[in-house]
């Protein structure tokens, strides 16, 4: 098996939900979603085959663009929106 | 590739959740989830082609509206729900 | 393009979370999650045409209901929940 | 057309989310869920044809079911869970 | 109709959100996901001939799992998390 | 039947949502939602069957890692974001 590299497979990337900024946050949000997938499906050749076919799937990229959304709710909570 | 324009692909637009208006937090929401959707196929060209196909399909339209009402409600708890 | 008016685009119809009932607050849920698809979709012939589809199949009409219940949360939460 | 009867279109049937108990709060959490679909499609003729189809599809039911969830999580927070 | 039995048309299974562990909120959560089902539809033939479909549709059973989890976000805050 | 172990049926492994750090957090998050799918299947035949259908298949991915965003919620306000 080609598998996703160790770094891909981390839970949280960075180890921590706390940034500087929301386009950190949220930049965050959308790899821990993607780090999910990694997780439950570790082969990378299975990976790049399922591309091509969700990207250009509208409804597809909807459903990725919710799972963003919900990982956001997350860090934007641990950061107290980062109010200032 | 007809790449997203590099202000598409910000993840957060103007840097901030706080906004003066319930008005521009949910058009706020809006834009970020559309930024999801670019950042993941940052294609024009698809995402120009995917755009008659869901734009007609109401259950697409459900599912995109979904997405900016989870949007929202974290940008509404950033700005306490403009409660002055 | 016979567009949808400009109140049907509003994103949040009068301007604010807050109402002074929750029957008010559910009626502003609906209202936001309608307009959120006007704003993706504002040609209102393609509208008219989806309505009898998505309004007499099960699955839709579930998943719509789902939106409002999300909106819903936001606006419930704004208003502290009319607790009084 | 069969219109739903006025009591099923009240968006929060009793006016308030506040209950006595958990058992009610959550049949009003499906009673909300419910009238959303009424508000939606008002025709009675088409929601009775519409019922064998989904009430018969595990899927719809676990959707239908998920509304309920998301509507309960509101009620039960705005009456503090009951605690008592 | 051969009828759910009553104890399984319960909407909150001993009345009360509050569990001693984690795990016994847990089972309440999904318990209670499992009810509403029971409510929406009563006819324990129907359910039983769904059983198979669903239990062994991969897509299903996620669609499940995800209202158990919904569920316990509501059960795990009423019981502010069982932080003892 | 060839069962799932028990071990992979408990609801909340460990018994506490409490954990160290994120990382530690979200591999619970992902394990909860695991076992939520054990706990309504748990004939490992009919699992192991259809691992290959949804690990494959890009929509099925995103709904997983969809329930990993939602009990990670739980877990991360369990922990209060691991704030320190």
Chains 1, 2, 3, 4, 5, 6 share one sequence.
Request: proline share 7%.
């Amino acid at each position: 098996m080609n598998r996703v590299p160790d770094e891909g497979l981390v839970w949280v990337p960075g180890g921590t939900l706390i940034t500087a900024t929301p386009e950190e946050g949220r930049a965050l949000a959308a790899m821990m979603a993607r780090h999910s997938v990694h997780n439950i499906q570790p082969d990378l050749d299975i990976l790049v085959a399922g591309r091509p076919i969700y990207s250009a799937n509208p409804d597809s990229l909807i459903a990725a663009s919710q799972v963003i959304a919900i990982e956001f709710q997350t860090v934007a909570a641990a950061n107290n929106y980062w109010r200032g």
